[in-house]
């Protein structure tokens, strides 16, 4: 008996240990992330699979950006689409899962009306001529006329700014769903912003009604759930999903269910709208009930809409939901049931879910159903397997993994989600706790940093890794490092001028060297994107010399072009001339994605400030633009300062530079150019016009035909015509992204 009593009590411990797990005393990530896993096996084997006719996603996609142009869109033809869904189509509703967060001023309708302020202020009959054109120049007043041929909900998001009460505010928010104080359910953790997105005030006080279109993100980056109502200063506003079936059934009351709340419980169980329940758990999240893969509802190309294309059979009647499928546009979503997934389809289900009454929920009790499975089974295999032989300990920790899978299951049937996880680990964990543990971990480590990294980073650095896994994690951390991002110029035009066998066959040898100079200087590939790429340097193996490496490598890459241009035209293929973009500073990186496919990437401000970095290449006209932690992280290379930007999504001005190759070596008269536009730059920031254009004169005399001594020629042009403030800080400002 005394032999049994070490592995009943370790079988205890690891009970116990669960226990707490599961009450919330401590995190288990691993835990954590089977459930989702668990999760998301039971959505895939339950989905319906069956295609929605009541809901219809206009698209803007590749197509509808090739035929009307890049977005954001001139308001005019968002306007056309509308009227088009409502007097041709005769759609039921129109939900808008973008922002029009600023003022149109495509039209050049400003440009006009300040010539009528100006030098044509006396010109009688040019006022009479705006006067007739204004109407059809306002493309916000055309759209908002639009918006009211039929209900229609716009779409906004909330965001939260770490460090500050008050977050950044854009647009017009609608009326709050409850107003401060009006909502009391202490039981409920809502989620809280201190910041939004929203319509520009003209739009929003035309439009039927608006939601909000955040979804609740999981630990492992994947939308499986929806927050029903978000708090903002006290006030709570609703879903996008939700708005639209209010506004579909003529706005019914919304109101919310909260059973025990004189006794102090005051959970928030569901919201009802009308006839219709919503079950949500204790963050007032609902559970997003996907129908299936991307693609369960009826696409339509904006394009076609705004031509009018579109068969009428199938828009009559229909809800109509606005977004985007295109790439570029970053709203594709990881999800359960699938890694990439349009961000519009995910309202698409909801409001689906919502209608057919199927949205699962996971009930209040769950926490103690839980304690109560891995107590009960916790306690019979701890006294049951040290008495019996393998063979038997196999048939009853499967047996019982069986039964409690099994039930669980047949409440998944009934609607309601308990974990499973805890439950799954713990029987095998007991069974198993006696082996050479340690030893498999170490194997499996090894394992999974060969499988995981080995398709990022040379051999030779997987080898080193392998020495030693315990050095390494495939969990997310943050370290400062370099990242990379390259982007072929022109890339559209070139492929529609090749076959698809010529075009993959071209990429193949242009990706080829580039991946190996990344690879030469001990670069992680993170991601191929078409004919982008993105690599870091810094992890997952430490580099201190992370920003020079990546310079090293963006310098090689441009040369390495160099040499293949004329091999490509022999070829009879067009000539390829690529934009880096290189930034340093802390940066998250790990293993992140979904339970279907995980990737070793690296996230944050300093990676996104990376690719804007690469954006803005062409607009100086120049190959390599790096930000100013890397300039200040790699002596002994020449570099030129080109600006001092504000680029989309960044507060603080940057300063970005080009480097122009090592300074050893540098030719004279190249160091001669930088030297000359150093001392442009100090009289352009400081408005002495006349100065500074004598001296881009000299720097265009120098190299006619420069993109980035243009590109200034032109800002002086339009600052003596109008002359910014007095206290201008010389910086530019990029709106897109």
Not at 373 to 384: A, D, E, I, P, R
Not at 582 to 610: H, K, P, Q, W
């Amino acid at each position: 008996m005394r032999k049994k009593l070490l592995p009943i009590a370790i079988s205890l411990a690891i009970m116990l240990l669960f226990l707490l797990q599961a009450a919330g005393v401590f995190r288990s990530r691993l835990t954590e992330q089977l459930d989702l896993w668990l999760y998301d096996l039971r959505l895939a084997a339950t989905m319906p699979r069956q295609i929605d006719n009541r809901i219809v996603i206009v698209d803007i996609d590749e197509k509808s950006l090739a035929e009307i142009g890049r977005w954001p869109w001139s308001r005019n033809h968002i306007a056309r689409m509308v009227d088009n869904l409502f007097d041709r189509y005769k759609a039921a509703i129109v939900g808008f899962d973008v922002v029009f967060a600023e003022p149109d001023h495509s039209s050049g309708l400003p440009v006009l009306e300040r010539f009528a302020e100006g030098e044509l202020r006396d010109s009688t009959e040019y006022k009479r001529a705006l006067a007739k054109l204004r109407s059809r120049l306002d493309y916000d007043a055309v759209l908002a006329s639009s918006l009211q041929k039929g209900p229609v909900i716009l779409g906004y998001f909330f965001t939260e700014d770490e460090g500050g009460v008050t977050g950044r505010a854009a647009g017009a928010l609608p009326r709050p769903t409850f107003t401060k104080g009006s909502l009391r359910a202490p039981g409920t953790s809502f989620e809280s912003h201190n910041g939004y997105g929203a319509n520009i005030a003209l739009l929003q006080d035309h439009a039927a009604a608006a939601g909000h279109f955040n979804p609740a993100i999981d630990i492992d980056g994947v939308a499986r759930r929806v927050p029903v109502l978000i708090e903002h200063k006290g006030n709570y506003y609703e879903a996008l999903s939700i708005a639209m079936v209010r506004a579909l059934f003529g706005f019914p009351d919304i109101k919310p269910f909260i059973p025990g709340s004189g006794n102090g419980y005051g959970r928030m169980e569901a919201l009802s709208v009308g006839d219709m329940n919503i079950p949500v758990d204790g963050n007032a999240t609902a559970l997003i009930p996907y129908r299936g893969r991307q693609g369960s509802f009826p696409y339509v190309s904006a394009a076609d809409v705004i031509q009018g294309r579109v068969k009428p059979e199938l828009l009559d009647g229909a809800i109509v939901l606005v977004g985007t499928t295109a790439s570029g546009l970053m709203d594709l979503r990881a999800t359960p049931v699938s890694p990439v997934y349009a961000g519009v389809e995910i309202h698409a289900n909801m409001i689906a879910g919502i209608l057919d009454q199927n949205i699962r929920t996971t009930p209040p009790y769950a926490m103690a159903a839980e304690l109560v499975t891995l107590l009960v089974s916790g306690l019979l295999l701890s006294f049951l397997l040290p008495r019996l032989n393998m063979v038997s300990s196999v048939g009853v920790s499967g047996g019982m993994l069986a039964i409690i899978i099994l039930l669980n299951l047949h409440l998944w049937n009934r609607g309601l989600v308990l974990p499973l996880a805890s439950s799954v680990l713990m029987i095998p964990v007991i069974y198993i706790f006696h082996t050479s543990f340690g030893f498999l971990m170490e194997s499996r480590s090894r394992r999974q940093i060969t499988g995981l990294f080995g398709q990022y980073v040379p051999p030779e650095i997987v080898r080193e890794m392998s020495m030693d896994p315990s050095r390494f994690t495939m969990e997310a951390d943050s370290r400062e490092m370099t990242v990379l991002f390259s982007d072929v110029r022109n890339f559209t035009t070139i492929s529609e001028g090749l076959e698809p066998k010529q075009l993959a066959q071209m990429m193949n040898e242009y990706m080829t060297p580039m991946t190996r100079i990344i690879y030469e200087t001990r670069g992680t590939v993170d991601k191929y994107i078409g004919d982008a790429i993105m690599a870091f340097w810094g992890a997952p193996m430490p580099d201190p010399n992370h920003a020079r490496h990546a310079l090293t490598a963006a310098l090689n890459m441009q040369y390495e072009l160099e040499r293949l241009r004329p091999q490509f035209v022999a070829r009879g293929w067009p000539e390829i001339h690529i934009g880096i973009g290189i930034n340093t500073g802390e940066m998250r990186v790990g293993n992140m994605g979904s339970s279907f496919r995980m990737a070793y990437t690296a996230l944050g401000d300093a990676v996104n400030l990376g690719a804007r970095l690469e954006g803005i290449t062409k607009q100086y006209g120049v190959g390599i633009v790096v930000g100013e932690n890397t300039r200040g992280a790699v002596e002994g290379i020449c570099f030129r300062e080109l600006d001092l930007v504000r680029v989309k999504g960044k507060n603080k001005p940057v300063a970005i530079f080009q480097p122009l190759g090592p300074e050893a070596g540098m030719e004279d008269s190249v160091r001669a150019e930088a030297g000359l536009f150093h001392e442009f730059l100090p009289e352009y920031r400081n408005q002495h016009w006349e100065k500074a254009a004598l001296l881009l004169d000299r720097l265009r005399r120098l190299t006619p035909g420069e993109r980035l001594y243009a590109l200034y020629a032109e800002r002086i042009e339009y600052f003596r015509r109008n002359p910014p403030p007095a206290d201008w800080d010389g910086v530019f400002i990029f709106e897109t992204k």
